[in-house]
């Protein structure tokens, strides 16, 4: 079993971009990271340093030590860390200029992840990082296109994850709102189709990102 990250090297990961895995540190701490599987260095200029999935997993984990408590899905407003609105949210972020700021740059820096990560460099096409964070990605997407996202009383889209592989559901208010959500998706690099629940009838979204 590998030895866990040094706190040196575990504060290198926590301060990685909270979208794209972008690294900072010292030669030697990131080189070190890579070592451990934890980062990987594009091979392409500028040669920038990535946390790979097992990288992560540890960012994601609690320190070791931590309480358990029951977290909700997404980070609150004031946590500091950015995080794409799911829908349903108790607490949401405030639709502030600051707020539109921050979903256009982390969109941004999805892209460009992509053109980084993607072995042609395609930026039309998801990444590895959007298949291991499949809801918060397509809700990137959906948020930088300016669809509303739910929030108590007020109609908007949700997106859950299903027991499927690389699929998310994604539920809008009426079927206008579930079609405009399809097409921004399909804009994003995503393949979906619209299924109805057995139980409820509710029509719903099952979206995949695309792999070619």
Known sequence: MSRPPTAAQRRV???????????RGTEAQLAAL????LAFRHPRPPHEHFLTPAGH???????P??????????????AGVFAARVGGEEE?????????????????GLLELRRMTNPDGAVDRPCGWE?????RAAALALEAAGHRPASGSADGYRVRATPQPEAVAVYAADTEGLAACAATLE??????????EPRTRVRYLLASPRRV
């Open 92 to 108: 949401p972020p405030a639709q502030t200029p600051a707020r539109l700021r921050a979903v256009h740059s982390a969109w941004q």
């Open 187 to 196: 804009r994003a690099g995503w393949q979906s189709g619209e299924y109805t």
């Open 57 to 63: 997993r540890i960012r994601d984990a609690e320190p």
């Open 13 to 23: 990961i926590e301060a990685a971009d909270p979208v794209t895995g972008r690294l």
């Open 65 to 78: 030590g931590a309480v358990s408590e029951a977290e909700p899905a997404e980070p609150a407003a004031d």
């Open 34 to 37: 890579v070592k451990r599987g």
């Open 131 to 135: 298949r291991t964070h499949l809801v």
